[in-house]
């Protein structure tokens, strides 16, 4: 099929159906509507954390789109449906996982763009950047309330949700940067090297995300990457103190603590 209908870029029900328990889910962590708040954080960050994903596969497909890659539409990239990505565990479930285990916003990476059908180098970098761009851009709308100084009236349960949320988006956007084959900042940078060292470092793709989280296990490693997000997230105006409880609602399985209030 080298065309597309309406139907290739119709919502998807699955999408529909995620946002709405990132809403739900967002409207008791704001409310105190549900008996455990740590619940309430754990559904809302995670579903919203799954919209991004679905957003940063998006984002790779319009603008490959855009830029000469019409299968997009009939793979079911232009949906939002999580379902249609090449690797829905890679996309989805991996960075669930990673997200409960330590906080970090694990890069997907699952939509298959038919390379040879886009012409020029820019084209291919901006496909790639698309992605980590994306949750960029999440970042930044997450922390409006922040960086805008209009926190007044916002729960804290809510805020430090949104402080959760927005610390896995920068992790996100950061590692998906690296010029680490198999990440998209090598996919922004891949076009303009020559063809001698693709070549050489096509073999490397498949282990790249895994070596980077290796790296991190090193403590020291480790210890300069949240610094690098913790200075950004200051950055937004989000301090320590709102992703730390972010964190610790959102494990709710760990025994919700007593959030303290903000005074001041």
Same mark, same amino acid.
């Given at each position: 099929?080298?065309?597309?209908?309406?139907?290739?870029?119709?919502?998807?029900?699955?999408?529909? %159906?995620?946002?709405?328990?990132?809403?739900?889910?967002?409207?008791?962590?704001?409310?105190?509507?549900?008996?455990?708040?740590?619940?309430?954080?754990?559904?809302?960050?995670?579903?919203?954390?799954?919209?991004?994903?679905?957003?940063?596969?998006?984002?790779?497909?319009?603008?490959?789109?855009?830029?000469?890659?019409?299968?997009?539409g009939a793979k079911g990239y232009l949906t939002l449906n999580p379902l249609k990505y090449t690797h829905a565990l890679l996309s989805i479930v991996?960075?669930?996982?990673?997200?409960?285990?330590?906080?970090?916003?694990?890069?997907?990476g699952a939509v298959f763009i038919e390379r040879e059908r886009i012409r020029g180098r820019w084209r291919h970098s901006l496909i790639s950047a698309? %992605?980590?761009?994306?949750?960029? =851009?999440?970042?930044?709308?997450?922390?409006?309330?922040?960086?805008?100084?209009?926190?007044?009236?916002?729960?804290?349960?809510?805020?430090?949700? =949104?402080?959760?949320?927005?610390?896995?988006?920068?992790?996100?956007?950061?590692?998906?940067?690296?010029?680490?084959?198999?990440?998209?900042?090598?996919?922004?940078?891949?076009?303009? =090297?020559?063809?001698?060292?693709?070549?050489?470092?096509?073999?490397?793709?498949?282990?790249?995300?895994?070596?980077?989280?290796?790296?991190?296990?090193?403590?020291?490693?480790?210890?300069?990457?949240?610094?690098?997000?913790?200075?950004?997230?200051?950055?937004?105006?989000?301090?320590?103190?709102?992703?730390?409880?972010?964190?610790?609602?959102?494990?709710?399985?760990?025994?919700?603590?007593?959030?303290?209030?903000?005074?001041?």
């Amino acid at each position: 099929m080298t065309g597309h209908t309406h139907g290739d870029r119709r919502v998807s029900p699955v999408f529909l %159906g995620i946002a709405a328990v990132t809403a739900v889910s967002g409207w008791a962590a704001w409310t105190g509507f549900a008996d455990n708040p740590g619940f309430a954080v754990f559904l809302f960050v995670t579903a919203a954390w799954v919209v991004s994903l679905c957003l940063h596969e998006y984002a790779h497909a319009r603008t490959a789109l855009h830029g000469g890659d019409i299968s997009v539409g009939a793979k079911g990239y232009l949906t939002l449906n999580p379902l249609k990505y090449t690797h829905a565990l890679l996309s989805i479930v991996l960075p669930v996982l990673f997200v409960v285990m330590g906080g970090i916003g694990l890069p997907g990476g699952a939509v298959f763009i038919e390379r040879e059908r886009i012409r020029g180098r820019w084209r291919h970098s901006l496909i790639s950047a698309a %992605g980590p761009l994306t949750n960029a =851009l999440f970042a930044v709308v997450c922390t409006a309330p922040f960086w805008l100084d209009a926190l007044d009236g916002v729960p804290d349960t809510f805020r430090y949700a =949104l402080a959760f949320l927005a610390l896995l988006q920068v992790t996100a956007a950061i590692l998906n940067f690296l010029p680490v084959p198999g990440l998209d900042g090598y996919g922004v940078i891949e076009p303009w =090297l020559s063809y001698s060292i693709r070549r050489q470092v096509e073999p490397f793709a498949p282990f790249g995300l895994l070596a980077v989280f290796g790296i991190l296990w090193i403590p020291e490693v480790n210890e300069a990457f949240f610094d690098a997000v913790d200075a950004i997230l200051r950055g937004l105006g989000v301090e320590e103190w709102d992703t730390y409880w972010g964190q610790r609602l959102y494990r709710f399985w760990q025994g919700t603590p007593d959030v303290p209030e903000i005074t001041g």
